[in-house]
């Protein structure tokens, strides 16, 4: 059975395309997902179908006929996970560039959340059956640590913890260009781009929210032929927005290096990767149960050591902070 979903278009929403505008609708994963749907006939506008390149105004009552996942229910998939810890509440693991993190439309399976229910069946459901365990989540193409729920009491704890800033997460990423000053904060909230509603951007428009972001550098790197030099910062997360290090960092003119939707340069500027160079490296928080602090860290994956090593003739040497991490990188 389809999951039925009714919208009133809000003055926010006023010329975009009816493609554009079902995309932020929950559910639908991508543009190209909406218009599946609107060519499908799952879309209906004041109750009557409408092709995708309609714009929609103000008080357009929008009805989205979400398909079921394929399987009556989700499916455990054998698919290898890399655990760094786990007890009977919680696991701690490494998730890899490319994999999606809970099932939507257009990724019903290959996601952590199937992963997981081979691993064992029971998990934390406060996040609804599709997103078992999941207690924050990573871009499908940002690899490295997450902390999976095992019960409902340990989910709704370690959430609490991310809402009270008390869960320490920090991010390892290069950013084009030469960052000056050794540290940073970015506090600047974060809404839906105005004129593509997939796009996130820094903006005081109604329906944003606050986020914060603070960087360390950690080591910078001369200009080469093809780019404007590069810096290796360490970014930690106050808040939890949605892609919020990748939006702040190019608003501040200093774009992750590999990214497909907020970055910038060429090929060759990006050395080729086909990712965002963002990797979750260090977690620390209160196990909810047993009240110890538990502090994990990860070094880079192979393909962004493989860039940094590339790029490492150029460098102009390690702040402080820069030789005490990238040691433990090692």
């Not at 054998?78 to 919680?90: F, H, K, T, V």
């Not at 599709?130 to 340990?154: C, F, P, Q, Y």
């Not at 506090?187 to 329906?207: C, E, F, Q, Y």
């Not at 949605?242 to 060429?266: C, E, F």
Request: with cysteine; charged share 25%.
């Amino acid at each position: 059975m389809n999951d039925s979903r009714e919208y009133v278009v809000e003055d926010e929403f006023v010329g975009l395309r009816l493609d554009a505008f079902v995309a932020t609708c929950d559910g639908v994963v991508s543009r190209s997902a909406a218009a599946k749907l609107i060519d499908n006939g799952d879309v209906l506008v004041n109750g009557r179908s409408y092709p995708k390149r309609y714009m929609v105004k103000v008080g357009d009552e929008v009805s989205v006929e979400i398909p079921p996942n394929p399987s009556s229910e989700l499916l455990a998939e054998d698919i290898a996970l890399d655990i760094r810890y786990e007890d009977d509440d919680l696991i701690v693991l490494c998730k890899p560039a490319g994999m999606v993190v809970h099932p939507a439309h257009g990724h019903w399976s290959g996601t952590l959340v199937n992963a997981l229910l081979a691993h064992q069946k029971e998990w934390g459901t406060k996040q609804g059956n599709d997103r078992l365990g999941i207690v924050h989540r990573l871009d499908k193409d940002t690899s490295g640590l997450m902390m999976v729920a095992k019960n409902d009491e340990t989910q709704v704890a370690l959430q609490n913890q991310i809402r009270l800033r008390e869960v320490d997460r920090r991010y390892l990423s290069l950013v084009h260009g030469w960052i000056a000053p050794d540290t940073g904060t970015v506090d600047a909230p974060i809404g839906r781009d105005k004129r593509d509603r997939l796009l996130m951007r820094v903006t005081d428009d109604k329906g944003s929210r606050g986020a914060i972001t603070s960087f360390r550098v950690l080591e910078r790197f001369e200009a080469g032929r093809y780019d404007n030099g590069f810096t290796l910062v360490e970014c930690k997360l106050y808040t939890g927005r949605t892609h919020q290090i990748r939006v702040h960092m190019d608003y501040i003119h200093h774009a992750v290096v590999g990214d497909p939707v907020y970055g910038r340069g060429n090929e060759r500027a990006n050395h080729h990767l086909n990712r965002q160079f963002l990797h979750s490296y260090r977690l620390v928080f209160m196990h909810p149960m047993t009240g110890e602090v538990m502090h994990f860290e990860d070094a880079l994956p192979a393909d962004l050591q493989a860039i940094y090593d590339v790029i490492e003739i150029d460098s102009a040497g390690k702040t402080e902070a820069g030789e005490g991490i990238l040691a433990r990188q090692q």
